[in-house]
């Protein structure tokens, strides 16, 4: 059973950043992709960023310039560095894991294993 755990949520007024993390426990999680999603309510589960094993990444364009998803393989966690926030950001965040070697995957269907989530407020 993989178990990966998200943290770093909370509230926090517009303009202002957040740091989440996800540590992963179960496999070794330096071989896979790793990825960021958020759902707000009522609203579908959207792509944030992901990562592959190697480092290289790529963000959802509503995002982008604003969050920084990183990796520290060595202790099986991923980031994701979020500043600027604004409203909109308001949701649960989720961390999710594909197994099967895919390169920079943003669909929720491409990824195998995911956490609980933490929930990021935003303030006007």
């Known amino acids: 059973q993989v178990q990966l755990v998200e943290s770093g949520g909370g509230l926090v007024q517009a303009g202002g950043s957040l740091r989440l993390s996800c540590a992963a426990s179960g496999r070794t999680f330096s071989v896979y992709a790793m990825g960021w999603f958020r759902q707000a309510p009522g609203k579908e589960r959207e792509f944030v960023a992901c990562i592959s094993r190697s480092g290289i990444s790529r963000s959802a364009d509503s995002v982008k310039g604003r969050f920084t998803i990183s990796r520290d393989n060595a202790n099986n966690t991923v980031w994701l560095q979020m500043n600027s926030l604004k409203p909109d950001d308001t949701a649960v965040y989720y961390c999710?894991?594909?197994?099967?070697?895919?390169?920079?995957?943003?669909?929720?269907?491409?990824?195998?294993?995911w956490g609980q989530g933490t929930q990021v407020t935003v303030s006007s």
């Open positions: 999710a894991e594909d197994t099967r070697g895919r390169w920079l995957p943003a669909r929720q269907v491409e990824y195998d294993y």
